[in-house]
Structure formats: C-alpha cells, structure tokens
C-alpha cells in the first residue's frame, strides 16, 4: 500500500525552540492531516490541509500541504512542555482510506 | 459529549483465546476504523467500514474479523490466528472516506497475551 515517510524519527529540543517535521510520499494526496498523541491517549487533530501549497496555523503550529502534493511539512514555534508527545502526519488519495507516518517522537528539555 | 468510546481501556487474553474489542460512536460517522500501533510502527489499518452492513481489509487483516451491524458500533475480534496480538488497538472514525476524511479516534484498547 501507500507509504508515508516521516521525519526525523525523534526530537530532543530546549523549551523555547522552534520545531520542525516533514512527510514525504512517493504519491500524490489529496489531503494532509497532522495529529498529536499523548502519552495513554488516542490521536487527537491537529490540523487539516486540503488544497497543494495551502499553509494553515493552529496556535503555534503551522502546516503546509506540499506544491508537488507529496509532502507536508509541521512547525511548532516557541515550544513548551506540553508539547511533548508524538506527532503523526496521515495522507489520503482516491478510494484509500488515510496512511500515517510512523511518527515523529518530541522531547522538550525546560 | 460526542466522541467515540472504546472499551475495555487494558485488556489480558491466554494464547489461544479470542477476544472482542468495543468501540461506539455517537458523532453520526459512516465511516470507522481499527488502527494497530506498535512502537515505532505508526498506525497501521486492520479493517475499516464506509457504510453499516460493509467493511473493507486493511493492511494488517489477518487474524482480525469485524462487523458492523449499527451505524454507532464497530467491535474488532482479535482471534487466536493472529500471532503477535500484544499492541495497542485504537478505533476511528470519519464523515466519509474520500471526503471529509478527518478521523476522530478513541483512547485506546491496550491488549496483552499472557
């Protein structure tokens, strides 16, 4: 099936850091999603991207849906501690229900 | 509150014993999913349903049966054919599968094989 590469695999950053992860596919998507998953939880949405070179923010994340749509990429600014947890990117793509990456593990040091 | 609820949270099953997950949504979704996760594996699909009475293989079906009998409920049996069962089972759900894709997902059923 479809597969997402995710970027970089862990992150060990200072408190006040900006952050950034990416996803890159061999195919194209139709739509890009990017989750966070707490520690004992389900993923929660992030945010939603539906349009090639679309750049939506929720807060301080920012995501952009790639011009090529094949990638997509995930920026916090300014971290804080509860940014902690892992960070999936999921694509979808004609009659395929959503792929997710393998995820993108985030250690804040305060 | 609208949400999807899966049960139980921990759940202990002998080798050789099949056991069924829950999992009930009340946002009016069509479509849900059964989602393995493994450290450093990612969400991997097992089974996911568009429409109640129909469900669809995933990547991982093996081992795993479903159904899907009510719009609100989506239950996963985990069988004795599957062979490494010890994961953690998280369920999904979404408008549509084409369309309106964003899926809302449950807290988790985390199973272990003694």
């Known amino acids: 099936g479809q597969q997402l590469n995710q970027s970089p695999q862990s992150m060990f950053i200072q408190e006040g850091e900006d952050v950034s992860m990416n996803c890159t596919s061999s195919?194209?998507?139709?739509?890009w999603l990017w989750y966070k998953q707490d520690p004992g939880e389900g993923p929660v949405l992030l945010i939603a991207?539906?349009?090639?070179?679309e750049l939506t923010s929720n807060g301080r994340l920012t995501a952009q849906f790639g011009i090529t749509r094949k990638d997509s990429f995930l920026n916090i600014s300014a971290s804080i501690p509860s940014d902690v947890g892992i960070y999936f990117c999921?694509?979808?793509?004609?009659?395929?229900?959503?792929?997710f990456g393998k995820g993108t593990r985030l250690s804040v040091i305060a | 509150d609208g949400g999807i609820t899966q049960s139980p949270k921990y759940l202990f099953r002998k080798e050789g014993q099949n056991v069924t997950l829950s999992c009930e949504q009340n946002?009016?979704?069509?479509?849900m999913y059964w989602y393995r996760q493994d450290p450093g594996q990612g969400l991997r699909l097992i089974y996911y349903?568009?429409?109640?009475?129909?469900?669809q293989k995933g990547d991982i079906a093996e081992g795993y049966s479903v159904s899907r009998e009510k719009k609100e409920s989506f239950p996963l049996t985990v069988t004795s054919a599957q062979k490494n069962p010890t994961a953690l089972y998280l369920c999904?759900?979404?408008?549509?599968?084409?369309?309106?894709?964003?899926?809302?997902f449950g807290q988790g059923t985390r199973l272990t094989v003694v």
């Open positions: 195919s194209i998507f139709n739509t």
């Open positions: 999904a759900s979404s408008k549509g599968i084409h369309m309106n894709t964003e899926a809302f």
């Open positions: 991207l539906y349009k090639a070179g």
């Open positions: 349903s568009q429409i109640v009475n129909d469900f």
């Open positions: 999921a694509g979808q793509s004609g009659n395929t229900p959503l792929v």
């Open positions: 946002l009016n979704h069509d479509a």
